[in-house]
Nanobody, 123 residues
């Protein structure tokens, strides 16, 4: 059974940067699409960015130009470089893996989820 564990969250001020990583155990994410979602206080879980099995990246408009998604070459796990953070980026961030390989922007398209890592951005 594949298990995902996020790390890298924290409390920062507006304009700072953070890098989130996602460790995998119980299997490989080769051939999977992988993504980051987030859930802010009182909000539904929303798409942040994804990367397909063949490396094509897709971003939500509200992070485009600030966040960069990539994959670890050894484990195929997703990495999220977050720059120019804003208070509205405050959320729990989740990594997810899509066996279909395409990095679906809908949460329902994912087979595996991590437990989340909290990011708090203060003004």
């Amino acid at each position: 059974q594949v298990q995902l564990v996020e790390s890298g969250g924290g409390s920062v001020q507006t304009g700072a940067s953070l890098t989130l990583t996602c460790a995998v155990s119980g299997g490989s994410l080769g051939g999977y699409g992988v993504a980051w979602f987030r859930q802010g206080p009182g909000k539904e879980r929303e798409f942040v960015a994804s990367i397909t099995y063949n490396g094509d990246a897709n971003y939500a408009d509200y992070v485009k130009g600030r966040f960069i998604i990539s994959r670890d070459n050894a484990n195929y796990t997703p990495i999220l470089q977050m720059n120019s953070l804003k208070p509205e980026d405050t959320a729990v961030y989740y990594c997810a893996a899509d066996g279909g390989g395409w990095g679906d922007p809908q949460p329902s398209g994912y087979d595996y989820w991590g437990q989340g890592t909290r990011v708090t951005v203060s003004s």
